[in-house]
């Protein structure tokens, strides 16, 4: 689900994604060989896994506008356990990752608010033919912050500095989370 605060807001960042649309992750199903692939849906979020059933598993949810009568992807947000830290330090933290279109004002990195307040602001990682990449490893406050709302808002600033809120659905999130966090990690 997305939300824009005014139309013309809406045309101006389809136009900007249109070009990246085509190199966003569309299903994981391509991923990994026929036979080897897990999913789940738990309301607006999959669980999914490719290879064994405990191998590269993670929780994701691709929010879409329509422009020209296609769906385009404006993010994918996608949470997996992710190894944290060298040697004895060495966790497995849960991290967030964001996939945003090119073309985004890179030094303003990308925040995530629920119910009007700050939650995550992320700094973007890399940009790469599919788009610019944020990520974060999520805090246990994070995670259950995220919880008690059914939506929260992606914020992204365009290259003419203008913001865009991009509304996501947080409805089965948490169901998700408890089957990727009871799935063992190798």
């Given amino acids: ?20 649309s085509a190199a966003f992750p569309s299903q ?5 060989p026929k036979g080897q692939f897990i999913a789940q849906k738990f309301d607006d979020w999959y669980y999914r896994c490719s290879g064994q059933p405990s191998d590269n598993c993670e929780v994701a949810q691709i929010a879409q506008v329509q422009n020209g009568g296609k769906n385009v992807s404006v993010l994918t947000l996608a949470i997996a356990p992710k190894s944290v830290g060298t ?3 060495a966790k497995t933290a849960l991290t967030l ?17 629920r119910n009007g307040k700050p939650l ?15 990520q974060q490893a999520l805090e246990p406050r994070d995670i259950s912050s995220l919880g008690g709302s059914e939506s929260a808002e992606g914020v992204v600033r365009l290259m003419n500095g203008q913001d865009v809120n991009i509304r996501f659905s947080l409805k089965g999130l948490k169901q998700a989370l408890e089957k990727l966090q009871s799935t063992k990690v190798n």
């Fill in 87 to 89: 040697g004895k330090k």
């Fill in 120 to 134: 995550a602001k992320l700094a973007y990682r890399n940009c790469n033919q599919a788009g610019c990449w944020a």
């Fill in 1 to 20: 689900m997305i939300l824009f605060q005014h139309k013309s807001t809406a045309r101006a960042f389809a136009l900007i994604i249109c070009s990246a």
């Fill in 97 to 113: 990752t964001a996939l945003l279109p090119l073309n985004v004002f890179l030094p303003a990195g990308f925040s995530i608010n």
């Fill in 28 to 32: 994981a199903q391509n991923v990994a």
